[in-house]
């Protein structure tokens, strides 16, 4: 995939709800790998030492691979909390995100559909207050420009609404112009119409952009 919705970069996102007297505190927030993820779980254990459950569900994108998925019930019965959670997660259209419900007993057993309410709605809940930012993936396009030329040729594809990621410069100038995927045609195109022939650009790489939606 080219792009996808995350929970903005910084955030921690947290409500808490309380049913037949257990408190769900739900913590939400970005995780682009396991190593962040785990962080954000620890981070809910050191804040609440004395509760009896911090559960948790996390997913990120691999590059190149298949995206990973984990949970934990942390004591509750198998399948009521992590898994529960993560299905929340994975529907929300939200990746690269960790969540925590942390959960103090207040006396009263809500059994197992009702544990897989509570806490599927303990993270719904919070989800609604998440700020989100679209993640894009831009390709790298290397442009080799004579040194006369490149001032001009910048302009130019500026005008058009390209982006100059940063230039080298030297007796040959190298401009590097983000694209968005398959968007190289257009730029090739660009380059030989104001060229006349005599430019096109090479693939040097890849890069992600965020913005908040």
Known sequence: MSSFLVP????????????KRSRFITWIGRADDGDEARELIALARAEYPDARHHCSAYLHEVPGANRVERSSDDGEPSGTAGRPMLDVLAGSGLTDVAAVVIRYFGGVKLGTGGLVRAYSD????CLADVPR??????????????AADAGRVEAELRARGFTIADTEWGTVVKHRVEVEPGGAARLDGVLQAITHGALTSREVGETWTETPV
């Open 8 to 19: 903005a970069r910084g955030s921690l996102t947290t409500a808490e709800l309380e049913i």
């Open 122 to 125: 303990a993270v719904s809940g």
């Open 133 to 146: 930012a679209k993640r894009v993936r831009r390709e790298i396009r290397s442009i080799a420009v004579d």
